[in-house]
């Protein structure tokens, strides 16, 4: 563990299996085992003569039931606490074929004391264990998740414990400065007034701190939007070249492009990335009236996911652009097929383009890209990537704001630590976790 080595709410001594590879046929599957009769399991499935642990050595894995073999592959052993659960592990690597991968899952089932994982456990463990705290377990996550290099890269520097090392020297600073003012209140209810050096001393942590704390929550936005992603709905009326203009910035025949108006009934979902940056472009049905129920639902959700959008391309055909269209400061205006004609004379700003020739495409690409940096902020330290944090850390700042700004009241000041330390101490599981904990580890793959 990279963080401060706190042990989150304990759970029971089950041991649990899952497969940690994703379903389908592979080269090699790996399934997972942790809890205190991991290694019996292995004994099981793999005869009595355990490998070393840490060593990958070649077995012959059996149904216990009936001696049938499922399989010949590698076994592997972690012994707790030096392990990723912190508890014995056992690693099966067979065949990733879907019916080997059943046949060993089905067989221990049938051991006793044994029972699948739950989505997020094995994780989980770990931090119940002190393995890991709160933010590196949901770096886990992330990483797991990620689709491009910024978030593989911020992921990467959440699990090493960039930030959780930064929260743990906070939540310290913030402890011993509260236990000193506290025990100098207990000693002046006996001997006299708090001395006013202490006082002093404690509103210029609080503002040193307060600064640090504010730098941090300057870059929050930015990596809320690098997890999160962004979400840009393309609109317009039937015919315009919605469609085409998503198979363009995707790079990739995505949705269905047909001279007939009305095709797209639905709201396809597109992940492209605009400069580190996870986008979801999402195709609508073209905006118009329409008798005919199925398009007209197709119409609503386009309305409503358009209003709900990070951002939105708004598309005219430059055939026949009419009248400027109304947009609000989310939208960029695209004006689609200059091949054909000329864009129109509008005073409101817009970006030319030709899905049929790529003209224009740079360019839009640009603007979107402008568009989302603004909306994921400037911040170059962008570790927070969660709402509740930048919650808790808002939170904390706010209690030593009240400290370094009129802190003269010394039972005051030590109650706004109090606050402080405990806020911080949300962020990485060191207090008042219960009410996150199911959210954060449902999020995660079975086996991980």
């Not at 990733?96 to 997020?120: C, E, T």
């Not at 000693?187 to 006299?192: D, K, L, R």
């Not at 492009?257 to 979801?280: M, N, Q, S, Y």
Request: proline share 6%; hydrophobic share 45%.
């Amino acid at each position: 563990m990279h963080g401060q080595a706190l042990k989150g709410p304990a759970l029971p001594a089950e041991t649990v299996f899952a497969p940690a590879t994703a379903a389908g046929r592979a080269a090699v599957g790996i399934v997972r085992i942790s809890g205190p009769r991991a290694f019996d399991a292995a004994r099981a499935l793999a005869g009595p003569k355990l490998p070393p642990p840490r060593y990958a050595a070649l077995r012959t894995f059996r149904d216990p039931a009936t001696g049938e073999v499922l399989d010949r592959g590698l076994l592997l052993l972690f012994p707790g606490p030096r392990s990723y659960t912190g508890e014995d592990m056992v690693e099966i690597h067979h065949h990733g074929g879907p019916a080997v991968q059943a046949a060993i899952l089905d067989a221990l089932g049938g051991l006793p004391g044994l029972r699948p994982a739950r989505p997020g456990e094995f994780t989980r463990r770990a931090f119940a264990n002190g393995r890991m705290d709160l933010v590196e377990a949901e770096a886990v996550a992330d990483l797991v998740d990620a689709v491009t290099a910024a978030q593989r890269r911020l992921a990467l520097r959440l699990a090493a414990g960039e930030l959780s090392r930064a929260l743990a020297a906070w939540r310290g600073r913030l402890l011993d400065l509260l236990a000193e003012v506290e025990a100098e209140l207990d000693f002046a209810a006996e001997e006299g007034d708090v001395p006013d050096g202490l006082v002093a001393r404690a509103r210029g942590e609080a503002a040193a701190l307060r600064a640090d704390m504010a730098r941090l929550l300057a870059g929050s936005r930015r990596g809320e939007v690098l997890m999160r992603g962004l979400t840009v709905a393309v609109t317009g009326a039937p015919n315009v070249g919605k469609s085409s203009l998503v198979n363009r910035l995707a790079r990739r025949d995505v949705a269905i492009v047909t001279p007939i108006a009305g095709t797209t009934r639905d709201v396809i979902e597109v992940r492209i990335d605009l400069g580190g940056i996870p986008v979801t472009l999402l195709d609508t049905a073209g905006l118009r009236e329409t008798e005919d129920p199925v398009e007209a639902e197709g119409v609503r959700r386009a309305r409503e996911r358009a209003a709900s959008a990070d951002l939105e391309l708004r598309v005219v055909d430059a055939t026949d652009p009419g009248p400027p269209p109304e947009v609000d400061g989310r939208a960029v205006v695209v004006v689609n097929k200059t091949d054909l004609a000329p864009p129109p004379a509008w005073e409101m700003p817009f970006v030319a383009v030709s899905c049929a020739t790529g003209a224009g495409l740079d360019a839009l690409e640009a603007e979107l890209a402008r568009r989302a940096a603004g909306l994921a902020g400037s911040g170059e330290v962008a570790l927070l990537t969660r709402a509740y944090q930048r919650e808790a850390l808002e939170e904390a700042v706010q209690a030593l704001e009240r400290i370094a700004a009129d802190g003269t009241d010394p039972v005051l000041v030590a109650e706004d630590l109090r606050l402080a330390a405990r806020a911080v101490g949300r962020i990485t599981g060191a207090v008042d976790v219960e009410d996150v904990l199911e959210r954060v580890f449902a999020r995660f793959c079975i086996g991980k």
